[in-house]
């Protein structure tokens, strides 16, 4: 067993490593850094420097990296060892306080939306001293933000780092109203539950499907699905208890605080949920979670799925984005107060949730839109495409009773007075908790469940943080101006409660009906990307981004062209794997056993001429038209392929995707699923989803 707090952040050159390393007066000034956001001096970012470098080097370390998100989505690094030749034809050591504060990654092959020629690609990586570093493998990785040279963000990070300061600057505005002067900072947190799906190496390197697009494009549905629900929180296999356990292990080593893990729904579909901290290295920590996931299964012989949707009918995989709001002094602004003051301010804050959700359903979905998790919102059991919020029965009951003026409980008539009632007990954990709602409160957070579970966080927490800011900006400008602070505050919250009270949805979000019903309260279904990313430039949201300082107009547009480029891309590779399958394997392999069959029948025949052999006749007979029909299939889908490629600019060519290359694909699909249970286990083309859910 390990001594896990001593394991606990080992690799991490976290503010204990800093305290031990650095002189006092270093470590004072750093610390200012950290804290209120100061700019480092470069004879103390010399010093810091020093004192990581020879820290890394004890841990193994002989490179280090600047470690960025770029709008790839995945992390990037470039490798430079610390080694300095001397005119001996030695080498020293050395790592400098320039080296630390600032890289040059050639950027050129990062994706910037058309923002940047090759000739100007130049973009620079900056430490972002409010996540710490840490040694990966023989690697001392630096988190940094990546800006071009004009000072536009080319990555993930940077325009997070403004959300949250937008929404603090806006917090602290009505923290003062309430007579909060104590208060310096307001920073949101995070806690991403991640799901994830383990599969066998050895299966897995025979699906060029899996290998390619990280989902099965064939596949007939096994005998036994998820149908008996008995996965769920069940005992754990030990191939699976084993990679857990390294799993853990290396996490908590990088000082990432993995709590719980258990089975999922799915087969072969499990979770690992971190304890929530400070949503910046939330991001940072579930990037490193991601890769750590992965490379610790290949040590087991297993592979990790983070697709959304590695298998047709079973559950997608998702990540659920735990968030609230929470001061430095550790007040979190969403947990429900006890004096009808601290009341007040969290129907305030609840309010300004409420109102930026129902206001920009549209940036929440598009925050959440993949080619990935487009398989998922919606099908089972994953959240709707619907935004909706669920507030749980004692809260919807005491805002409608603001709203109405009526009484919330009608046991005692009480009705609900803001500011000097105190609200009744919200159990946290109240077991009608609802698992379908695409955005849920739970107890003193927020659950937005909608996320991809390979997506990256940044992005939807960048758009919940500058959404919410933006509402607060609002009732901060109103409020402010007020004469009368209560009973503008009163007016405030009935009012905006009652616009909003079509977005509270306490029900089934699974059912049919709800989507009917959805329509009819004005909410969006925004099924596609495409469909998503049309609203996207609009000039509420421009408006509303540039407005809070998270994104430039240009940074807006660029992101448009890269989610679309992103998404016609998958699919293309998507095609082209399908039909490399169809002709390659699934083919192949029932022409082998068409053929293994007929000789059978020839040969049968040659010793009992009397032989029916109607069994194989019949089998060939269908084989065959399916075949037949396989291959009329894929033609049609490589036409509409060929031709959706040519549509136009990024949006014709992915709506064209949805329109006809999507339906073909599941078409051509229902096919080739048609034919696998047909074939002999011997000839199959490839491991079914028998193999690859149920032998770990
Ligand atoms: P579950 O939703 O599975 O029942 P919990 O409610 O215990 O689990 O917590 C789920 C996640 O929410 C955990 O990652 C936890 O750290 C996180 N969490 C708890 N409090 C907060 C908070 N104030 N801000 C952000 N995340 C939080
Ligand atoms: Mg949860």
Redesign the pocket.
Known sequence: MPNVPELFGSMVFNQKVMKERLPKETFKALKKTLDDGEPLNLDVANQVAHAMKEWAIEKGATHFTHWFQPLTGITAEKHDSFITPQSDGTVIMSFSGKELVKGEPDASSFPSGGRRATFEARGYTVWDPTAYPFVKEHTLCIPTAFCSYTGEALDKKTPLLRSMEALNKQALRILKLFGNTSTTHVST???P?QEYFIVDEKLYNQRKDLRMTGRTLFGAKPSKGQEMDDQYFAALKPRIVAYMEDLNNTLWKYGILSKTEHNEVAPAQHEM????STTNLSADQNQLTMEVMKKVARRHGLVCLLHEKPFAGLNGSGK?N???M?TNEGE?LLEPGDTPRKNAQFLLFLTAVIKAVDENQDLLRISVASAGNDHRLGANEAPPAIISMYLGDELEAVLKSIKDGTPYDDKSQQKMSIGADVLPPIPKDSTDRNRTSPFAF?G??F?FRSCGSSLSISGPNTTLDAIVAYTLKQFADELESAKDFDSALNALIKREITEHWKIVFNGNGYDSSWIAEAEKRGLLNLRTLPEAMERYLDAKNIKLFTEMGVYTDVEMKSHFEIKLEKYTQILNIEVETMLEMINKDIMPAAFKYMNAVSKTVIDLKSVVPSAKCASESALLTKLSALVDELAVKAEDLSKKHISAKQAGDCMAVAKEYVSSVIPAMAETRAVADEIEPLIGEDYKPFPSYEDLLFRI
């Open positions: 947190t995070v806690g539950e949920a971190p304890i929530f659920h735990n968030w609230s929470s979190n739970t003193n957070k659950e």
